[in-house]
Each structure stands twice: as C-alpha cells, then as structure tokens.
C-alpha cells in the first residue's frame, strides 16, 4: 500500500520532544540537579515513553524534585531549537506552503515548547502544552494541573476539545501518548528518527525511522502535494523524501 493520503489533510499536527526536536525538555533540567537525582528521573521519563508508569505519576514527581526556575525554561528553549531534528524547520514551512495548519501538541512545558515554535513560524496560539506557575521572584510554584496535556490520554482530550475544526487532522509523535491519538485524528504517523520505541510502532500504521523529520512527509501528503513540493525551488533538501518510490 503506497504511504500517501488520499485526500489532502487539513492539519498537520506535531509532537516537540524527541519529534521536532532531539532532547526531552525535563530531562535537560538535569543539568541543573545535583548529580543524584539525574538517573532517576532519566529512569522515570522512559517509563512514561515507554507506557510503563502512568505520566501523571512521574510528570508530578519530576517536576516537585526538579523545581525548575522561570529562566531555566528559556535555556530549555534554546536548547530545543539548537538541537532541532533534521530537516524540521523545511517540513513545517513546506506544510504551510502548502495551506495546511501546523501546530505542537506535547506534554513538556510552555514556555520553551513557545520558544521552538517561535522559531519554526508556528503561532503560539497552536501550541498546547503544560503552563508552569512561579512566584514573583521566578521560583517554581506548580504546573497547571487543570492541563490534560500531563495525563495519558491527554493528547487525545485537547484533539476532542480544541482541534475538531482541523479536520482531517495527521498527528506525528514517538511516544505513547502521541500513539494514543491513533483513531482520534485521521492519521497518526510514528517518528522513531530520534528514538524508535517498540510500543509506539506497535499502535502506528505508519511508523518512519529516518532521522529526518522530511521522513514523514510522504505520509502525510497526498500525490498531487509530494510533486508540488518536490518541484519547489525553496526545498532542495525535501527532495530526496518527496520520490515516489520513497520510503
Ligand atoms: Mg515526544
């Protein structure tokens, strides 16, 4: 069965860590802990990726170990643009070009997954993910527990509630709460370039392990889409994933 859509999708949805960018934001607080904390809570977010504790569970303890502070949130933002997938910025502007609505749905914090989107052109009013709260003078307080987004299932509720004028809807994660939205939005394509988890591919119909973000592309357009970008002048490095005998 050839990847490509039949009809065109409206929306092309992304996850940020580990799809758009290569690290996990809380994970990159670490840098910040005292080196006895970092193998736990490394140990804590593969659980959750991996479907193995519930997200709640450890996005709440890793948040009240961490304690992140308000400016640490924007060094995560930088980090997440500096350590961008390949090819990440070209497929976001390459869907836009192409009239379709591009948004981040991730479970990682606000503020740095806000700075990413910045960068890549996608407006802040397409983003969900966790608000954190902070006193006056910067330190953490809480995160925004009224969030669906740091639950399993989440994922799922902001598409049921804030994106069914989007449809048809494609949706491209590595974790198992991206893969959650499989039969809520019309597609769910797995991203394994930066790491190809088992349960993930598991649930995906479609499942791509290039490192390129561009990887995706071919199943998330239709045809007539593919040509068109191929044919753009201002994506040269789109055009090895845009073959019709690609993947
Ligand atoms: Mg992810």
Known sequence: MLPGAVTP??????DCDSTLS????VDELLQW???S????ILQLTEQAMAGTLPLAEVYERRLARLAPRREQLDAIGALYVR???????????ALQSLGKDVG??????LVPVQIVAAHLG??????HAVPLHFAADGSYLDFDRSSPLWRNGGKVVVVQQHLQHLRPMAFVGDGITDAETAGHVARFVGFGGVVARPAVRARSEHFVTEASLAAVLPH???DAERRQLAADPRFPTLRPFLDARHP
């Open 122 to 127: 996608i407006l802040a009013d397409h983003v």
């Open 104 to 109: 981040i749905l991730s479970g990682g914090l």
């Open 9 to 14: 999708f409206a929306a092309v949805w992304f």
């Open 33 to 35: 802990a005292p080196p």
């Open 220 to 222: 998330v357009l239709t």
């Open 83 to 93: 350590r961008l997938v390949p090819d990440a910025l070209a497929v976001v502007q």
């Open 37 to 40: 904390l970092r193998a736990e």
């Open 22 to 25: 290569a690290i996990e934001g």
